[in-house]
């Protein structure tokens, strides 16, 4: 896969650690559905701590996106579910630490509820 990161000055530029946009070629892409932090064994929520979420989420991911092929640095575009936007800061953080750069676009969505009592849920697209 080849990925172009887009970036102008005649927009915003990114609030943490994201592209703007990226461009990207390659012969099969791949949409993960939502990540939510499970502990793979159990099926229940690793805990109720925020940050545990989050990690465990971008582990789910990073399983599925293994098996489809591909690694982290594929990824072209992810979406992250708060249920919590005073966490933003916090996802950010560990999103940074994760993803490789140059960082994938995302957007990040403020959300009422979501499965299970997660307070967090990823999921990406990829292009392999």
Not at 34 to 59: C, H, K, M, W, Y
Not at 86 to 95: E, R, T
Not at 96 to 101: D, F, H, N, R
């Amino acid at each position: 896969m080849s990925k172009q990161i887009i970036h102008t000055d005649a927009a915003p530029a990114a609030v943490g650690p994201y592209s703007q946009a990226v461009a990207a070629t390659g012969s099969k892409t791949v949409y993960l559905s939502g990540q939510i932090g499970l502990e793979p064994g159990t099926g229940d929520l690793v805990s109720e701590n925020f940050d545990a979420q989050v990690r465990q989420a971008f582990a789910n991911m990073e399983a599925v996106i293994k098996e489809a092929g591909g690694s982290l640095n594929d990824i072209v575009k992810l979406t992250l579910f708060l249920t919590d936007l005073n966490k933003f800061a916090a996802a950010n953080a560990i999103m940074a630490e994760l993803i490789p750069q140059p960082f994938p676009a995302r957007s990040t969505v403020g959300v009422a509820s979501l499965p299970k009592g997660a307070q967090f849920e990823v999921e990406a697209i990829l292009v392999l």
